[in-house]
Nanobody, 116 residues
Framework: QVQLVESGGGLVQPGGSLGLSCAAS????????MGWYRQAPGKQRELVAV???????SYGDSVQGRFTISQDNSKNTAYLQMNSLKPEDTAVYFC??????????WGQGTQVTVSS
């Protein structure tokens, strides 16, 4: 079993920046990929960014060039730096981990609101 603890999020003005973090803990697991998804009211959950252990990153089209994902493998922690935020970035952001054994885990979600 893997537990995910997310932090960060909150209210920010358009054009501002915000950071999220997600720490994974548990016993006897290895991460295949770790990333962020988001879900706005009335919309489907969508990819924000994912980092593959040792094999690169992938970003959603709407955040490419504005958001950056990084990972501290020693701490099993992923970070999402969000710059040039827009009102349409407002959503609940969820951390997701996929283990080497193809088990999938979601965090509880953290609210990001971009508004003046």
């Amino acid at each position: 079993q893997v537990q995910l603890v997310e932090s960060g999020g909150g209210l920010v003005q358009p054009g501002g920046s915000l950071g999220l973090s997600c720490a994974a803990s548990g016993t006897s697991f290895s991460i295949h990929n770790m990333g962020w998804y988001r879900q706005a009211p009335g919309k489907q959950r969508e990819l924000v960014a994912v980092m593959y252990s040792g094999a690169g990153t992938s970003y959603g089209d709407s955040v490419q060039g504005r958001f950056t994902i990084s990972q501290d493998n020693s701490k099993n922690t992923a970070y999402l730096q969000m710059n040039s935020l827009k009102p349409e970035d407002t959503a609940v952001y969820f951390c997701r981990v996929v283990t080497i054994g193809s088990m999938l885990y979601w965090g509880q979600g953290t609210q990001v609101t971009v508004s003046s």
